[in-house]
């Protein structure tokens, strides 16, 4: 029986007394979120708020560093209240995502990752909505409006990039540069870890189930609202 | 503390203590849209002169929706978000020099995380102006957070250089929004 159709774990407190390896992948949880946002604020985030062609969205772009800062902030105190070590709820302690790995270089870009990378995201604070661990699923509703925002953020500038031919080109080249990297997001087919989450309801989905969520929705996204090509990639990672 | 006497040090973030203590007790755009006064008008021209910028006319703008127009006009001076930024560069490396960056950037963190309660602000403004639009709460939340962290970097560099920075956060801190350099006028919401 998992510990989800148990009894959900209330507390940090009462994580205590949860088996050890139920304890062990909500750390790995946390520490992903943790590090992941704070990373991300880093090298997309604040990078674009020299990008960005007007105060406006200058402005607006330095709230959602914030925004996503403050997740990293929310994750990481949850982490230390659960007593991992502080150096591990940071890109300098555990190694972020590759995607992380590709500098930005230009506004359409960073439009494009918050078109894709925060839908993935959505997807997955989505699926901690309804986890077993009461601390990460209230956590996960906190920061799921200003998910849905950015999301929703990447899809209006993108929808008013592309009303131009120039706009329109940039815009493709940036996704045919950073979608392939997405399907990556959702983890491996068949994980261990996946399976082990699933089995406490600390996750509800597969991996192979998120990645293909995803791939439909950015599908509709890309080629149904803006119109644009999605590039093929393989769906397994 | 690198190369900065302990008192000096001890002043610096007692100075910065008080200020981001001061940060959620100001009427964060309680005068936005209201008539600017001589010394609203003064900051202003203090502003743009700190800057190094050639003097031009003080505007104010009548509502959150003409503040937003202001905000995404094509014709905005690039000079004076250059020019603040270059401070802001020079500020951070005085800051650096005098406490060390990991103390510099453990202070800017602090006033970083107080000042996300202004996105809470502008919609409380935006709300009594009778205007629902979360996009503009955060951009008015990310102008004055950005307001505070120039502001923050002002005081622990303890330069003359900071003095720019010091007349925009003072519209700020009377209630109004600094919207720059646009089209030749100096805005202020």
């Given amino acids: 029986m998992s510990v989800a159709a148990a009894a959900p ?229 | 503390m690198s190369g900065t006497p302990r008192g000096e040090a001890d002043e610096a973030f007692a100075q910065l203590a008080a200020f981001i203590s001061e940060i959620p007790m100001l009427p964060w755009f309680a005068a936005a849209g209201a008539t600017l006064t001589p010394s609203a008008i003064a900051d202003a021209e203090s502003y743009v002169a700190a800057l190094g910028l050639a003097p031009c006319p003080v505007a104010p703008v009548a509502g959150w929706r003409a503040a937003a127009d202001i905000a995404q006009r094509p014709d905005w001076s690039r000079d004076w978000w250059h020019a603040e930024s270059a401070h802001e560069k020079a500020l951070h490396r005085r800051g650096a020099a005098r406490f060390g960056l990991a103390p510099l950037l453990a202070a800017l963190t602090d006033v970083t995380e107080t000042a996300a309660v202004l996105r809470d602000r502008a919609a409380d403004g935006l709300g009594r102006a009778g205007v629902d639009d979360e996009a503009l709460a955060k951009v008015a939340g990310g102008a004055a957070a950005q307001a505070c962290h120039q502001q923050a970097l002002a005081l622990l560099a303890g330069s003359d250089a900071g003095r720019a920075f010091g007349a925009k956060y003072a519209l700020f801190a009377a209630g109004h929004w600094p919207l720059g350099i646009v089209g030749g006028t100096c805005f202020v919401f």
Wanted: a neutral charge; glycine letters at 4%; proline letters at 6%.
């Fill in chain 1, 9 to 237: 774990i209330k507390s940090v407190d009462a994580l205590k007394a949860a088996p050890e390896d139920y304890q062990l992948a909500v750390r790995k949880i946390i520490r992903s979120h943790a590090v992941n946002e704070l990373y991300g604020a880093r090298v997309y985030d604040e990078p674009a708020i020299a990008l960005a062609p007007t105060p406006y969205l200058k402005w607006l772009t330095c709230r959602i560093a914030m925004e996503e800062y403050g997740h990293h902030v929310r994750f990481r105190q949850l982490g230390e209240q659960m007593g991992i070590p502080e150096a591990e709820l940071t890109p300098e302690g555990r190694k972020p995502l590759s995607i992380f790995e590709f500098p930005l270089k230009t506004w359409e870009e960073f439009c494009v990752v918050k078109l894709l990378a925060d839908l993935a995201e959505i997807i997955q604070v989505e699926d901690l909505m309804k986890c077993s661990f009461l601390p990460l699923r209230n956590l996960a509703k906190m920061t799921m409006p200003e998910e849905i925002f950015h999301s929703q953020f990447g899809k209006d500038t993108c929808t008013e990039l592309v009303k131009t031919a120039e706009g329109r080109k940039k815009v493709q080249a940036a996704i045919d540069h950073y979608f392939p990297m997405m399907p990556a997001f959702f983890g491996k087919k068949d994980s261990a870890n996946n399976a082990l989450y699933r089995k406490y309801g600390i996750k509800q989905r597969t991996n192979e189930d998120m990645r293909a969520d995803f791939l439909t929705r950015v599908r509709n996204l890309v080629e149904g609202h803006l119109k644009l090509k999605l590039p093929e990639v393989a769906e397994a990672a």
